[in-house]
């Protein structure tokens, strides 16, 4: 029998490797507008999100949004949005994606409370969902599927 990744890749699957942070969640490195920043996967996150902090560094366009944001304890968070962004996860490209903006300051402070390094934003169902994601927990792998 095949494996996962010999399955996956004969379907066209791009592999990128995860790493496990302290804190129990996957990291990946991704580009946003041609610029690399470090994300967790969040199956659970509706968005791709990015701190305002960032803003300057991935070259975003910005407007405000009514949308209020919610997670990770934290709630009615003001939001603003930049769309048609390019991201890249490994070989793997998207290039009108919407992101969402708000305070990363408590996810951050979580992860530095634990020893882990603060990321520039999530990587929510948006993009997994596109990208038809699978994730191989044992071997810390994310795939995506190639657009035909």
């Known amino acids: 029998m095949a494996s996962l990744?010999?399955?996956l890749e004969d379907k066209k699957y791009c592999r990128v490797k995860l790493t496990l942070t302290k804190t129990n969640h996957f990291e990946v490195v991704a580009?946003?507008?041609n610029i690399e920043g470090r994300f967790i996967l969040d199956t659970g996150a509706s968005s791709t999100c990015i701190g305002f902090d960032c803003v300057s560094h991935f070259n975003l366009?910005?407007?405000?949004?009514?949308?209020k944001a919610a997670g990770a304890g934290a709630i009615n968070m003001t939001t603003q949005i930049s769309k048609r962004n390019k991201l890249a996860i490994g070989d793997w490209q998207l290039k009108k994606l919407k992101i969402v903006l708000f305070d990363l300051t408590h996810v951050n402070a979580a992860l530095t409370q634990?020893?882990?390094?603060?990321v520039h934003g999530i990587i929510g169902a948006d993009v997994l969902k596109r990208g038809k994601a699978i994730i191989d927990y044992q071997k810390k792998s994310l795939?995506?599927?190639?657009?035909k």
């Open 5 to 7: 990744k010999s399955f």
């Open 31 to 33: 580009s946003v507008n």
């Open 61 to 67: 366009a910005t407007e405000d949004s009514e949308i």
């Open 114 to 118: 634990h020893d882990a390094l603060p």
């Open 143 to 147: 795939y995506l599927g190639v657009k």
